[in-house]
């Protein structure tokens, strides 16, 4: 499943009318079948249902809808459009007109009383009155006719996109339908899971059209992560095989005001598969996390006010060719140790993964990133604007072209973009998260996210697998804490304790 702007949809659309000579109508009737499904699943035959449309193909689903009800025999089928036939679209005119052969009453009305009476009529309501095509702001009388919806409380399922809702930002155009479901055609839209479009298109489902599969293939856009995808990217594990196959990796970080960073970050590599692990820490919290942690080698090094002093990066030089890989930064601050730390680490030819304040300290020395070895960068929003040195809004507004702009100067990266959607991308391919939820949003839950990636890198060696299982994964046991907990209660460590119900889940499916 992926994830496309309205620009690739356009194109999709046109691509498979112009060169698959597949009419817009055939198109149309399929869009208007796939939302009928999501009718039927909450209808009987004598529900009221009035559908709204707009002026433009969206609303042209809406019309093809009416006739397929009616034609199934459904009794009160109404259509509320404001359109003058000349202004509707090519296709929407054709169903309209077949709506009209159809008998179907259609209303037409701008005094809001009549409106809203016709609303307290209804059982369903289906919003076809804009998609993709939304151009500017809602104002006038759409914005009374939406405002009015919304009081009501209706069971609202929208085509394609809530109406209002920007398909590509989310943003709310002037105001947008409350949607209890969004029947999204083709692919997902960038506004249906986006904040705050996500929360108006209420429950979303996307749905064939008999879009040919080698058009969707070839579109421009971002797969969706789901199970069967995931289970196939998790690191097998073997009979014949020691701990010396699944990674030996060194772990860098911890400070006296942050090792839980630290001591989560290696519970969850060792939760995820790990081989073996090391972790250097500065020295002051060598006992704390001797107390902790018994699964691992500890490699203190030297120590300056509970951080890693300027030393430690000599120190640990001769011994880096002992590792397979290296994980750099939780809890470790930003002071001149930590700096040396990354600088070797990032000189080495080791793979890496930089979670934390290493994000923050090559975000001062870009030029470290313009190394051969494979390279996992895991920045939340914030991290992403000091590593592309772009303004915060600049990376909340587009993140995909923030991304992109900044893979584009280096070599082996994969980039984990931490947010409520997650991006896990390379130069050449790209994987969105929608799984999760706001359990995740507390500190110590990237420390957990950056352990399991450790863990199943260790296994796998493929920078852009082990990076989408570990979002993937990571996102999952949060989706399944909250059937039993609530989002106040859940930790970054039950995350970890989850993990294991995951990993067995996906790994059945493999
Ligand atoms: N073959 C296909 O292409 C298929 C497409 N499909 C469906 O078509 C949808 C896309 O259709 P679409 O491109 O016609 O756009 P749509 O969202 O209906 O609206 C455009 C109209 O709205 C108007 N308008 C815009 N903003 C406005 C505003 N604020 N206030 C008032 N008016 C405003 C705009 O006016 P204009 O900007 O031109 O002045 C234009 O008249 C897509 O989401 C899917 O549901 C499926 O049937 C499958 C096959
Ligand atoms: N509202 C949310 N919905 C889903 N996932 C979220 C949400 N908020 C945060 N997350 C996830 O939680 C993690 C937070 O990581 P980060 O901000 O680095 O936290 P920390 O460094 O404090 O551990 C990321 O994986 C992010 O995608
Ligand atoms: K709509």
Known sequence: MKIVTT???????RIAMEEYHIPGVVLMEHAAMAVKKHVDLVADKNKHIVILCGPGNNGGDGFALARLLKQDG??????????????????????????????????????????KKMFASADIVIDALFGTGLSRNIEGFYDQLILTLNTMH???????????????SGAIMGCGIQATKTVSLVCYKPGNVMYPGSAYCGDVVVEDIAMPQEIIAKSNGNEVMD??????????????????????????????????????????????????????LPSSIHAIMAG????CMLLP??????????????ELKDQLDLFDFVTIGNGMGRGKGANALVELVLKSNLPCILDGDALYLVGKHPEWLKRKA?????????????????KLDDVLNDPMEVVQTFLKGYGNITLIYKNEHTIVCNKAFSYMNLAGNNALAKGGSGDVLCGMLCGLYGQSKDALKSACCAVYVHARCADELIKAKDYNAILAKDIIEESSHIYKELRNRQ
Do not use: W
């Open 74 to 115: 459904y009794e009160q089928v109404m259509i509320f459009c404001n359109v003058p036939f000349e202004k509707m679209s090519h296709d929407e005119k054709i169903y309209a007109a077949i709506a009209g052969s159809y008998h179907i009453p259609i209303y037409q009305s701008e005094d809001l009383k009549e409106v």
């Open 227 to 280: 199970d069967d995808l995931i289970a196939s990217f998790l690191p097998k594990r073997q009979a014949h095989s020691n701990k010396g196959s699944y990674g030996k990796a060194l772990m860098i970080g911890g400070s006296m005001r942050m090792h839980g960073a630290l001591a989560m970050c290696a519970k969850a590599a060792l939760s995820s598969g790990i081989g073996t692990l090391t972790i250097a």
């Open 292 to 295: 902790k942690m018994e699964e």
């Open 154 to 168: 209706k069971y609202v399922i929208s085509i394609d996109i809530a109406s209002g809702i920007n398909g590509d």
């Open 374 to 390: 494979p390279t996992i960068l895991t920045p939340h929003p914030k991290e992403m604007s000091y590593l592309s040195a772009r």
């Open 301 to 314: 090094l030297s120590d300056e006010d509970g951080y890693f002093s300027e030393k430690s990066a000599e």
């Open 7 to 13: 620009k690739t949809m356009k194109e999709m659309d």
